[in-house]
């Protein structure tokens, strides 16, 4: 089991920034070989389920996830209820000042069968493949309802 903390400090007030990181079908966007379906009806509040289905073919997945604290634009925390992949995940945003958030994204990754000595290089792993969709769901997307500059994350 690992657990990592990404922090971010974004161009974006938190209700937009909130919007682009819990918009669930957009994560299929910045994550490769993913697709996301919501499985309950909208809007997200507690009780909203989704699944992340990663991979190809027999080597694919399912992380289904489950809404279980939903504090509009400030935290949301997901339990990871999947066959394959437990844990938890928490999206805080917190206003900086009147035009920038800060982003806080805590997880709790563990995959079921995988020994323990494995952890650091997933550790490695799920911050880097993590760090990134929070970086491209933050970007800015002309296309997309939200305002703000885009956003450079940290090299």
């Given at each position: 089991m690992v657990l990592f903390c990404l922090e971010r400090l974004v161009p974006l007030p938190a209700d937009q920034a909130w919007?682009?990181?819990t918009d669930w079908p957009r994560h299929a966007e910045v994550v490769p070989l993913t697709r996301v379906t919501v499985l309950t009806p909208p809007p997200t509040a507690v009780g909203t389920?989704?699944?992340?289905?990663s991979g190809v073919g027999p080597f694919a997945f399912d992380d289904t996830m489950e809404v279980t604290v939903w504090r509009p634009p400030a935290l949301c925390r997901l339990e990871k209820r999947g066959t394959l992949v437990t844990g938890w995940a928490e999206i805080e945003i917190r206003p900086y000042d009147e035009?920038?958030?800060?982003?806080?994204?805590?997880e709790e990754l563990a995959v079921r069968g995988l020994p323990g000595l494995f952890d650091p290089p997933l550790?490695?792993?799920a911050r880097r493949m993590f760090g990134r969709a929070v970086?491209?769901?933050l970007r800015l997307d002309p296309a997309a309802d939200v305002s703000g500059?885009?956003?450079s994350p940290p090299s």
């Open positions: 919007r682009r990181l389920v989704f699944v992340a289905r035009e920038r958030s800060r982003v806080l994204w805590r550790g490695g792993l970086d491209g769901l500059g885009p956003y």
